[in-house]
């Protein structure tokens, strides 16, 4: 599993470790905190066999990519600028982005500066929202409840408490996130002064979507990178408003290619805009919205091909039901019934009602695969100022 090509990508002024396989259209795939490229292991071979090309880096500040010193350099323009840049590097016009949790607000927000570039935009657990500054990082709008992203402001404090026992910081935050939580189990209110850690239950076993094997190599890659590049997301959550004031508009700030949405129906970031003033973002090129029982780390419901465990049937079950699924091709709209197989967040993989599988990403975009091959680029579009 972690035998991938992997090429050190020189983009926008840094280089990213990037696993790079197969050849047809580019599908990038970003992940999000506290994870790296191994996020997508299962998704990549299938989107190869569907006749794509996959980049899937570790994003700036994680793991075997660079991670500069200055919290400022990773602001939304810089991450999407490294996205470009791995496109660029591979000789790539156009390209397909999918994103995981910090990921998805990096890949809606490629598709959104730089259009001519994006096919097409998918987005797990996190959807598309404009923030009012300040409102999710400042203090004053929690009371005397502990909020995570108010913690992560102050550089330091956030590291120390994870880097103290890597394993243990991340066992607790993944399973916290999962949907193996007991049902009816709420992780409490804490005041401000608490950690991040305080409250969260440890699990005496892992989950059975993430095996000892998958634990040993994210707590290796952290033991190398640490915490902070990867918090350093976090610190600049009202500087990437401030410098996108342009997508406060509904002409330039709606997302215009063909754009898909998963959600696990626990995940509470889907509550985040009604507690904190969120606008929800706009999406014109034939958006579905769909949600499934899980919460932050949907893509570990399978971990081995043709094999699901008891979690994954119980995934199977909420999403073996049709839904209309609209795209634009080319100036014409149609809808498609679809159904999600056991292995769809395995494999990434959809079922037409006729039993024809594809890629979710084949299916959702007929028109990106009708060529095998993606046309080399001529030239680099002009990256966006920070």
């Known amino acids: 599993m972690k035998n991938r090509n992997f090429q050190l990508i020189e983009t926008n002024g840094i280089r990213l470790r990037t696993v790079v396989e197969g050849s047809g259209p580019l599908v990038i795939l970003l992940h999000g905190w506290p994870q790296c490229w191994y996020l997508w292991r299962h998704q990549i071979n299938p989107l190869v066999n569907a006749g794509f090309q996959v980049a899937v880096p570790d994003q700036r500040g994680y793991c075997g990519s660079d991670k500069p010193v200055e919290i400022e350099a990773y602001n939304i323009i810089e991450l999407t600028n490294d996205v470009i840049g791995i496109a660029d590097s591979l000789g790539h016009e156009q390209f397909i982005v999918v994103g995981h949790d910090w990921g998805a607000p990096v890949a809606w927000h490629?598709?959104?500066?730089?259009?001519?570039?994006?096919?097409a935009v998918a987005g797990l657990s996190v959807p598309y929202t404009r923030w009012k500054a300040r409102t999710l990082t400042q203090q004053q709008f929690f009371g005397d409840n502990f909020w995570y992203m108010v913690y992560f402001q102050k550089p330091g404090v956030a590291e120390a408490e994870f880097e103290a026992?890597?394993?243990?910081?991340?066992?607790?935050?993944y399973y916290s996130g999962s949907g193996d939580l007991p049902t009816g189990f709420r992780?409490?209110?804490?005041p401000a002064?608490?950690?991040?850690?305080?409250?969260?239950?440890d699990p005496e076993h892992l989950p059975a979507w993430l095996t000892e094997e998958d634990m040993d190599y994210y707590v290796e890659q952290y033991q190398q990178s640490g915490f902070r590049g990867p918090i350093n997301w976090y610190r600049n959550i009202d500087r990437n408003v401030e410098l996108t004031p342009q997508l406060d508009s509904l002409e330039t700030g709606r997302i215009q290619q063909p754009a898909f949405f998963i959600a696990g129906t626990k995940d509470p970031v889907l509550r985040f805009g009604r507690r904190h003033g969120s606008a929800h973002g706009q999406m014109d090129g034939g958006f579905t919205w769909q949600s499934v029982d899980r919460r932050r780390w949907p893509l570990g419901a399978?971990?081995?091909p043709g094999r699901s465990d008891g979690s994954a049937a119980r995934f199977s079950k909420i999403c073996r039901l049709k839904l209309r699924f609209r795209f634009q091709a080319q100036?014409?709209?149609?809808?498609?019934?679809v159904v999600f197989r056991p292995s769809s967040w395995r494999c990434?993989?959809?079922?037409?009602?006729?039993?024809?599988?594809?890629?979710?990403?084949?299916?959702?975009?007929?028109?990106?695969?009708?060529?095998?091959s993606s046309p080399a680029r001529q030239s680099s579009s002009p990256r966006v100022a920070a």
């Not at 026992?165 to 935050?173: E, G, N, P, T, V």
């Not at 100036?331 to 019934?337: E, L, N, Q, V």
């Open 193 to 201: 002064s608490a950690k991040f850690l305080d409250g969260l239950p």
């Open 187 to 190: 992780i409490g209110k804490k």
């Open 165 to 173: 026992d890597i394993r243990k910081s991340l066992r607790m935050i």
């Open 110 to 119: 490629t598709a959104l500066l730089q259009p001519g570039r994006v096919k």
């Open 348 to 372: 990434a993989s959809a079922a037409s009602a006729s039993g024809k599988v594809f890629s979710i990403l084949s299916f959702s975009f007929p028109e990106l695969i009708q060529s095998k």
């Open 331 to 337: 100036g014409i709209s149609s809808t498609f019934p």
């Open 302 to 304: 399978n971990r081995t």
